[in-house]
């Protein structure tokens, strides 16, 4: 768990700058610095789904994740809990902060492959790469966005600490095909993370964060089915 604790601390550190920063920057930089950060956005979840070995099991995921997270309302969930907790900051863009920092900092290749290998392996090396490129992107994000964005640090406690502390029970079935699967619906949303910032295309993305994990089944189907 030590790569992720790192990037937890990671965040509320590099947020915590961010906030300080946030005096000596303009308002009217915010929409530029955002539009940069969308850009190198989709840099990261395009170089990402390239990944991807399968183009059928990257469809049926996203197709089946989008039903599955619209039957939860993943997305509208986790909206009303970040919109109740900015009623109590009184900040404007505490919902916008928090959730684009969650998405950013826990739904990718890196988050995915490096809590992977923290707990099947050991290996940290990829959390703590992370943990740098977290820590620069919760300074520009929360210099951007506010006080939201530190709160990014539960996400990653949670959704990387899960999958680090499940990775050894579930390890008989993360060959590297299915995480390579994983890593490329993943990086789809980062993406589609991208375009909403770019071009505000209201994407709801939480809801097809299903799709990350389906791969999981889809690929022993496949594979069993002779279509690997």
Same mark, same amino acid.
């Given at each position: 768990m030590f790569g992720v604790l790192a990037n937890f601390v990671g965040v509320i550190i590099g947020s915590a700058a961010g906030l300080l920063a946030k005096k000596a920057i303009p308002d009217s930089w915010s929409d530029v610095i955002m539009k940069g950060i969308g850009l190198c956005t989709l840099y990261i979840g395009f170089s990402g789904a390239l990944a991807g070995e399968n183009t059928i099991i990257l469809i049926i995921s996203m197709v089946a994740g989008a039903i599955i997270g619209e039957g939860l309302k993943i997305e509208e969930r986790f909206d009303g809990f970040a919109y109740r907790v900015e009623e109590k900051f009184k900040g404007g863009n505490f919902a916008k902060g928090f959730i684009t920092a969650s998405l950013l900092m826990c739904v990718g290749a890196m988050s995915i492959v490096g809590a992977l290998d923290a707990g099947i392996k050991g290996d940290n090396t990829l959390l703590l790469t992370k943990t740098v490129m977290d820590f620069i992107s919760a300074i520009v994000l929360s210099a951007s966005l506010g006080?939201?964005?530190?709160?990014?640090? +539960?996400?990653?406690?949670?959704?990387?600490?899960?999958?680090?502390? +499940?990775? *050894?029970?579930?390890?008989?079935?993360?060959? *590297?095909?299915? +995480?390579?699967?994983?890593?490329?619906?993943?990086?789809?949303?980062?993406? %589609?993370?991208?375009?909403?910032?770019?071009? *505000?295309?209201?994407?709801?993305?939480?809801?097809?964060?299903? %799709?990350?994990?389906?791969?999981?089944?889809?690929?022993?189907?496949?594979?069993?089915?002779?279509?690997?």
């Open positions: 006080m939201g964005v530190i709160f990014a640090c +539960i996400t990653v406690l949670v959704l990387e600490g899960g999958i680090v502390l +499940i990775a *050894d029970a579930a390890s008989p079935f993360l060959t *590297d095909w299915v +995480i390579n699967e994983m890593s490329c619906a993943g990086s789809v949303l980062i993406v %589609a993370l991208g375009l909403n910032l770019v071009l *505000d295309t209201k994407l709801k993305i939480l809801n097809y964060m299903p %799709a990350m994990f389906l791969p999981l089944l889809l690929c022993p189907l496949f594979n069993a089915a002779g279509l690997s």
